[in-house]
Structure formats: structure tokens, C-alpha cells
């Protein structure tokens, strides 16, 4: 039986022009549970990994908000509760969908940490934004107070940034492979996993950063020694081209055709780009691996083949 491991994106987990209210949230991540039911009924073993921007934004922007009535938690904290939060709804959306297929796999939420090096070149220029924006004045004030790094966003007002580090060791990897090899169904890595800096004395210490969820789904997929990684996203396949009359989608692509389209630089930063690394960092680890890359609606025909892009090392 191949290991899957499936990146959940933003809009596998949020509807698009709809309330952020959990009802809702739980309501489309019933609708794509029923695609990882069917691939998991399909006879793969699957782990799953999610990203956490709007949740985890609007938790920092809750507790900013809140601040004058309670201490605001850090970002760290914040994106901890983000995890339990969206694995809470996978739980439920995802057993609800294997009952309905008479099975009675269990699914579990591991909130995971993610080690970055302190040392990372990232620390250095934070460029992801989080939370609320604020006028220049109040940015200026957060830099004063509490050490924020704020940077104008595209005239909409003033925010928070912080860096992205790469992912360098999953802390709770044994309980994952633990879990997953007595039957379980894990959701992990939630968000690119809370980041934490390892101390002199050993110890783990949060940090304010963002680990790019396909990278640290990447890393997890390596770690478990799966066979697939599925990246799920927006779109059915890669574009060259994007957009221009001179678009291409990309059934398959070996590793070394990726890393010269990324040269060209025919894949966004930020939105396409990280995904097609994380691909490629996954079909180079080991011979015989492979990548795919595609919409939720079509991940079902894309793990037989039929859809999406593929990126293998040949």
C-alpha cells in the first residue's frame, strides 16, 4: 500500500466569499473530506498536512483586538490554537465521510512543532505578513513597544511581518510514525508546524515565523518515507506561461525541467513557486518518488495518473 501525504490548501479549508465562522469552515472541509475518503478508500495510506494563513490570522487579529481586555497570546501560541482548531474540523468532517464508506479508521491531530535554525538567512528579512493593518502611527508604536517589524502593504495600511524559514526537523516525528503505522489517520504539521529554535541547554522555544506549508509538508513526506506527495491547490495543473496567450499546463515534468522553468521564473513567489520546489525537493530525495500537483476536485483521478502535473526525477 503507498503512503500519501496530502497538502491541504487555503481553499480545502475555507470557502471562497463565504463568513469566516466555524460552521462554515466545517461545512467545506466536509465537502473536501470526501475526496481524501475516497483516495484513502482507493487503498492509499494517508497522512495530511494543511495550511492555517486566514485561521491564523484571524486568531492574532482576535487576540489583538482583545488586547486591552486580556494579554495577547504570541504567534507562536497562535498558531498552536490554529492547528487544534482546523484538526478539530478534520476529525469530524473526515470520519463522517469514512463512515458513510463503512470504514472505522480513526483520525488524530498531532500539534506539531517544526524546528527552524535561528541562524536562518530568513530571520533577517521578515516578508510575511500577518494580522491587522494599522495606521503608520500605530506601526511605529508596535515597532517601539514590542520589537515588531512593520512594512507598509501595497497602500492598504501598515503590518506585521515575519519571516519563513526552512523547516529543519519535525519534533514530534516518532508519535507521527507511531500513530500512523497502528492504522491512524494523521493530520500534521498544521500551518508548516509551530516554529521553535532549539536552545543551547536542548530545549524548544517558539519563535515569531512562518514555515511555508509545502516545504514542511515536504519534509514530512521524506521524514515517513511516503511515496507520494500531493500538493493540493487552486488549479488542476502547472502553467508556463500563466496567463499570456502563450499559456501551456503541464501534464508531467521531470525534477531537472521543473528547476528550469523555476529559473525562467514562470512560477509566482509566494503562490505557485513553493509548491513546485516542495515537489521538486521530493521527487529528487529518492528514486522512484513522485510529486503531484493539483485542485482538490481533481486529487482523485490525479493519484491514478489522470489529472494534475506529475514531477518525477526523470
Not at 536552545?199 to 517558539?206: K, N, W
Not at 505557485?272 to 525537493?281: D, E, I, N, S, Y
Request: hydrophobic share 45%; glycine share 10%; charged share 25%.
Amino acid at each position: 500500500m503507498e503512503k500519501l501525504v496530502i497538502a491541504l490548501g487555503g481553499n480545502a479549508l475555507q470557502g471562497v466569499d463565504k463568513m469566516p465562522t466555524a460552521e462554515a469552515q466545517l461545512a467545506v472541509v466536509e465537502a473536501t473530506s470526501e475526496y481524501i475518503a475516497d483516495i484513502i478508500a482507493a487503498g492509499y495510506d494517508v497522512v495530511l498536512a494543511h495550511g492555517n494563513g486566514p485561521q491564523v490570522g484571524r486568531i492574532v487579529l482576535q487576540n489583538e483586538v482583545a488586547r486591552a481586555e486580556t494579554p495577547a497570546m504570541p504567534f507562536d501560541v497562535c498558531g498552536a490554537m490554529s492547528q487544534g482548531m482546523i484538526g478539530y474540523h478534520i476529525q469530524q468532517g473526515l470520519t463522517k465521510a469514512l463512515r458513510r464508506r463503512g470504514s472505522d479508521r480513526e483520525v488524530v491531530t498531532v500539534v506539531t512543532q517544526v524546528v527552524v535554525d535561528k541562524d536562518d538567512p530568513m530571520f533577517l528579512n521578515p516578508t510575511k505578513p500577518i494580522g491587522a493593518f494599522y495606521s503608520q502611527e500605530e506601526a511605529l508604536l508596535l515597532c517601539d513597544t514590542k520589537g515588531y517589524v512593520m512594512k507598509e502593504d501595497a497602500g492598504r495600511g501598515w503590518r506585521r511581518v515575519v519571516a519563513s524559514p526552512e523547516p529543519v526537523e519535525i519534533v514530534e516525528l516518532n508519535a507521527v510514525k507511531r500513530l500512523f503505522d497502528g492504522g491512524f489517520i494523521v493530520v500534521t504539521v498544521g500551518g508548516g508546524g509551530i516554529p521553535v529554535i532549539r536552545c543551547e541547554d536542548g530545549s524548544l522555544a517558539g519563535t515569531a515565523a512562518v514555515i511555508d506549508k509545502d516545504l514542511a509538508s515536504e519534509k514530512l513526506a521524506e521524514d515517513i518515507d511516503a511515496d507520494v506527495l500531493m500538493i493540493l491547490t487552486a488549479v488542476e495543473q502547472v502553467c508556463i506561461n500563466f496567463n499570456t496567450p502563450d499559456e501551456r499546463r503541464l501534464r508531467e515534468m521531470s525534477a531537472a525541467e521543473a528547476r528550469a522553468y523555476m529559473a525562467e521564473g514562470h512560477f509566482a513567489p509566494g503562490s505557485m513557486l513553493p509548491k513546485v520546489q516542495a515537489a521538486v525537493r521530493f521527487a529528487e530525495s529518492k528514486e522512484g518518488r513522485r510529486a503531484i500537483i493539483t485542485s482538490l476536485e481533481k486529487a482523485v483521478e490525479a493519484v491514478h495518473g489522470r489529472a494534475g502535473t506529475t514531477i518525477t526525477l526523470k
